[in-house]
């Protein structure tokens, strides 16, 4: 099976993406990605597309090991979200995220602010994210800001509509 080749792909209504993300906590703090090239002004998940014929966890421990450069192990999965939004361009995008937590790993908690992803040239960067003193910073996804990742024991389900 070939897993190189990304789960997204045009439809005649728009684009369908299936992509983790990864929920890696310091108290109310989370890791998060940005991208200071894009026009939007904005913070996302650590995490991306999913493989084609790679499972939810494979596709998580590559997306971290590629945005963080450390080895860790998935734990559980957190939340799903559905989203439903145009991108840059305008073409309407119909996206199914899977967020996971992973194991404890002291490596994680030392990432410092800055931390370049393995993305090239575009100039990503990791950042941790305080959710409860940052509200003039826009998260994606927003559920971010309302769950408590590490007492949360269900798996829940969050829909965004932006078409």
Known sequence: ???????????????????????????????????????????????????????????????????????????????????????????????ISVFYTLKPNEKLAAIENGHTTDHGPNGEYLEWVDMDSSADIAVYPAFFRTMDFENETDVRHFIDIDI
């Not at 109310?28 to 913070?43: E, F, V």
């Not at 790679?54 to 860790?72: F, G, P």
């Not at 998935?74 to 840059?88: K, L």
């Open 1 to 95: 099976m070939d897993k190189t080749i990304d789960c997204t792909f045009d439809t005649a209504a728009g684009k369908f993406n299936f992509r983790v993300g990864v929920i890696i906590t310091k108290g109310r703090k989370i890791l998060m990605a940005k991208n200071p090239n894009d026009s939007r002004d904005y913070y996302y998940s650590v995490g991306g597309r999913v493989k084609f014929g790679e499972s939810i966890a494979e596709a998580v421990h590559r997306e971290v090991l590629e945005e963080t450069s450390i080895d860790c192990e998935p734990d559980r999965i957190v939340a799903i979200h559905e989203n439903f939004f145009r991108d840059n361009e305008g073409i309407p995008f119909h996206e």
